[in-house]
């Protein structure tokens, strides 16, 4: 059986924490990129309560966490975007890119996802998912069940 990795981007609410537990719980390889050491003390040990080891990347820039996801496993499977949905319809993420923006700048999902292409082409089957957390708190397949309208999938193959 092939490792399954996937990195889960977001902004640091219950969401991305049930979406690991899910993802963990079914065997996949979960690292979690957040900008708050807090909340990955706390989500840290829901897992590990559940026998359940994530890998956690903390604080980074877009760059230095492509380069340890390659070096770690030379791919990634599944891109997870957690982000908000602006009164203009616009989807936004909170990362820091090479270019070392403030964490609090948000950018719109297709330019944060543009650079994870080059390691998700590293992958046979690569895919993006978007989530917004106006759905936070549902469990993962209560998301997926619910609230495929605000849900996308992309094959970037």
Do not use: W
């Not at 990129?33 to 807090?38: G, L």
């Not at 340890?68 to 982000?83: A, H, P, S, T, Y």
């Amino acid at each position: 059986m092939s490792l399954i990795v996937a990195l889960i981007l977001g902004i640091g609410h219950e969401i991305e924490d049930e979406i690991a537990y899910q993802l963990g719980k079914k065997g996949i390889c979960v690292a979690y990129y957040s900008k708050n050491k807090n909340n990955l003390d706390r989500i840290t040990k829901i897992l590990s309560d559940e026998d359940i080891q994530p890998n956690f990347i903390l604080l980074d820039t877009a760059d230095n966490v492509i380069q340890r996801l390659d070096e770690e496993f030379g791919k990634l499977d599944v891109l997870i975007n957690v982000g908000i949905l602006l009164d203009n319809g616009q989807f936004r993420i909170n990362l820091l890119t090479s270019t070392k923006f403030e964490a609090n700048d948000f950018f719109d999902t297709l330019h944060a996802s543009e650079k994870f292409i080059p390691i998700l082409q590293k992958s046979p089957s690569s895919s993006v998912i978007n989530v917004y957390t106006q759905t936070k708190g549902a469990s993962l397949s209560a998301l997926v069940q619910n609230c495929t309208a605000k849900m996308a999938e992309h094959q970037f193959m």
